[in-house]
C-alpha cells in the first residue's frame, strides 16, 4: 500500500490561514488523496478528497500538485475548534477503498 | 439519523476471553471497515468487508474474526490469541466506490485487565 508522510506537529494563530503538507511518492493511478481529522477519544471525521484537480468544499481546500506525489490541506482562517490530528490517507479504488493512516499532524491554534 | 453505532462505548475484559465488538450502520453502505488505534498512533486497518459473506485481511488481522452476515451490521471478536488487545477500535463504512468518503463510528475503547 502506498504510504504518506506527514509533518508530526504544526502551530497556527486564529484567524490566519493554515497549510498542511503531506507527501506520498509513491501514490498510484487508483489512489484517491482523502483527508481526516480526529478530536480525542473521537472517530475521524472526513475533511476533503481528491484525484488529480484541486478541490474546494465548505470545510478546506486541497492543492495537489501536478504529479501526484504530494498534496496540501488549506484550512483558510483557522479557529480553536479546528485543533486536531489531521490524517492524510490514500483509498485505492481498485482495492474496495483499502487505505493506510499515518501518525497524522497535530494542528495547534493558539487564540 | 444515518451513521454508525458501535457499543460499547469502553469495554473491560479479563485476559485470555474472546470479546465482540459490535458495529451497525444505516447508511446502505457495501463496505465497512475495523480499524485499531494505539496512543499517539494513526489507524491500523484489522479487516474489510465489501459484500456480504466476503471479508478481507486488513494488515493487523493475527488475533481478531470478523463477521458480515448483514449488509448493515460487521462485528469484531478479539480473541485470545491477540497478544496485546488494550487499545481503541474505529469501525468505518463506505459506499461500494471507494473513492468515496468513510464514515466512522464513535469508536469502542477496549481494556483487557
Known amino acids: 500500500d502506498a504510504k504518506t508522510t506527514q509533518p508530526n506537529s504544526m502551530e497556527s494563530n486564529e484567524e490566519e490561514p493554515v497549510h498542511l503538507p503531506c507527501n506520498h511518492s509513491?501514490?498510484?493511478?487508483?489512489?484517491?488523496i482523502h483527508w481526516y481529522r480526529q478530536l480525542p477519544s473521537q472517530g475521524p471525521e472526513y475533511v476533503i478528497h481528491?484525484?488529480?484537480s484541486n478541490v474546494n468544499n465548505r470545510m478546506a481546500s486541497l492543492a495537489i500538485a501536478e504529479d501526484r506525489k504530494s498534496s496540501t490541506l488549506i484550512l483558510h482562517r483557522a479557529t480553536l475548534r479546528d485543533a486536531a490530528v489531521y490524517y492524510c490517507?490514500?483509498?485505492?479504488?481498485?482495492?474496495?477503498?483499502?487505505?493506510?493512516f499515518g501518525d497524522g499532524t497535530t494542528l495547534t491554534v493558539k487564540p | 439519523d444515518g451513521g454508525i453505532t458501535q457499543s460499547p462505548k469502553y469495554l473491560f475484559r479479563k485476559e485470555g476471553q474472546n470479546v465482540t465488538l459490535s458495529c451497525e450502520q444505516n447508511?446502505?453502505?457495501?463496505?465497512m471497515y475495523w480499524y485499531r488505534q494505539d496512543p499517539g498512533q494513526g489507524l491500523r486497518l484489522i479487516y474489510y468487508s465489501q459484500i456480504v459473506n466476503d471479508f478481507q485481511k486488513g494488515d493487523i488481522a493475527e488475533g481478531y474474526s470478523v463477521s458480515r452476515e448483514k449488509k448493515e451490521s460487521f462485528p469484531l471478536t478479539v480473541t485470545s490469541a491477540q497478544k496485546n488487545p488494550t487499545a481503541f477500535y474505529l469501525c468505518a463504512s463506505t459506499g461500494l466506490n471507494g473513492f468515496n468518503e468513510q464514515f466512522f463510528g464513535p469508536g469502542t475503547r477496549l481494556t483487557v485487565l
Open positions: 490517507i490514500l483509498r485505492d479504488i481498485a482495492n474496495a477503498g483499502k487505505s493506510t
Open positions: 481528491g484525484l488529480t
Open positions: 447508511l446502505n453502505h457495501d463496505a
Open positions: 509513491t501514490i498510484s493511478g487508483t489512489d484517491y
